[in-house]
């Protein structure tokens, strides 16, 4: 089944990947921040390639799964995923290495050499970027920075809760 909208058209792609966050290989890193009590980060990592057998696709080396879940209940939070850095990552050439006073740093079994530091927005992030285009980051939003080889960069994000309900 296919769809047009304004001339673009959408195809079905198939079945939604589903990532194995109990495959062997994997290492998986719980915390919490102190400004969502009542709710507990999990982030999973792959260290090497992991196909999906339903889709036919494949998470690359690194990838992270990140899920954050109300600890009274398990209730899923927010969830997301981004693929992550490899032993071989450098930073990008514009990388700018600032981590914010409150940020959780974790160490992943499969990849000790790397330091992983999450940090949560707790307002609301306004920027522009080099085109002018306007970017908002609500409150509850998470940046994932990673330091390997002695510097630090972003390394993903992802829309976590503003609060625990």
């Not at 899923?76 to 514009?94: I, K, R």
């Not at 974790?106 to 306004?126: G, I, M, Q, S, Y």
């Amino acid at each position: 089944m296919s769809i047009s909208i304004d001339n673009f058209k959408a195809v079905e792609a198939g079945p939604t990947p589903i990532f194995d966050e109990r495959a062997t290989g994997n290492s998986s890193v719980s915390f919490a921040f102190d400004s969502l009590p009542g709710a507990t980060v999990e982030v999973v990592r792959c260290a090497d390639q992991q196909p999906d057998p339903v889709s036919g696709l494949k998470f690359p080396a690194g990838w992270m799964r990140f899920s954050v879940r109300a600890d009274k209940n398990g209730q899923v939070l927010a969830e997301s995923g981004s693929a992550g850095p490899v032993p071989e990552s450098t930073p990008p050439d514009d990388f700018r290495s600032t981590i914010g006073y409150n940020a959780v740093d974790f160490v992943f079994d499969n990849f000790p050499e790397a330091t992983f530091h999450a940090e949560r927005l707790t307002t609301d992030r306004f920027s522009i970027d080099a085109w002018g285009s306007k970017h908002i980051q609500n409150a509850g939003w998470v940046d994932v920075h990673v330091t390997l080889g002695g510097a630090t960069w972003v390394v993903g994000g992802f829309a976590g809760p503003s609060t625990v309900q």
